[in-house]
């Protein structure tokens, strides 16, 4: 079956420009998670959606937001962006309950200039 | 916030050489995940270990949980250039019975394996 897919691949923006994310789970994957990752700070948790709620937040800037939608496919919005906030943006899907491990997409380069 | 403290954060070895990462906490997760990343590309689920003191082993690569669940270690016996990539440890946060994290793993920050021919 398909894997989880992101969209676009690489995107450059310039400061105070807004950017919008898409992240398509794995067919039957309820709950997508997102997270950032940049050489400094590796991997941090960015938010959590299920079934179109957002149940976990990690310690972002409200500038940071995101939406699933009923097909659960998910989008993150950064709003006024900064330097700082260049990074590889992921998500990843899966199914609910413990254990079952996490599926990444290959990831957005998102670029600030 | 529950940290995880992987070590070394960088190694390089020879091909045919054997190599163990570990993974470190203060706190209690209900489980601990080992995944590989390549340059560019997202995380790949290596394996899952869930119960204290559980051993696993995938061909080449041994994921062992420490008996308080608050450790890890990845052994990779005859290593192999493939096997270069970075590694992660995440760790799910301990919640009520048959709660899952809600999404929120705890990451180390890696530790990059090169492997040379």
């Known amino acids: 079956k398909a894997g989880v897919t992101q969209t676009p691949r690489y995107l450059i923006k310039t400061r105070g420009q807004q950017v919008t994310l898409s992240c398509s789970p794995i067919s039957g994957h309820r709950s997508v998670s997102w997270y950032q990752q940049t050489p400094g700070q590796g991997l941090q948790f960015l938010f959590e959606y299920f079934s179109e709620t957002q149940r976990n937040k990690g310690n972002f800037p409200g500038r940071f937001s995101g939406r699933q939608f009923s097909n659960s496919r998910s989008e993150m919005n950064v709003s006024t962006l900064e330097l700082g906030d260049s990074a590889l943006y992921l998500c990843a899907s899966s199914q609910p309950g413990q254990y079952y491990g996490y599926t990444f997409g290959s990831g957005t380069r998102l670029t600030v200039v | 916030t529950q940290l995880l403290e992987q070590s070394p954060q960088f190694l390089s070895i020879q091909e045919g050489e054997n190599l163990t990462v570990y993974c470190n906490s203060s706190s209690v997760f209900s489980s601990l995940q080992w995944y590989r990343q390549e340059p560019g590309e997202g995380p790949v689920l290596l394996v899952t270990?869930?119960?204290?003191?559980e051993v696993k082993k995938l061909k080449r690569l041994t994921f062992q949980f420490g008996d308080a669940r608050k450790d890890s270690s990845l052994h990779i016996t005859a290593a192999q250039p493939g096997d270069t990539g970075l590694y992660l440890c995440a760790g799910e946060p301990r919640l009520a019975p048959y709660q899952d994290s809600w999404g929120k793993l705890q990451f180390g920050a890696g530790t990059q394996v090169v492997v040379t021919p």
């Open positions: 270990v869930v119960t204290g003191g």
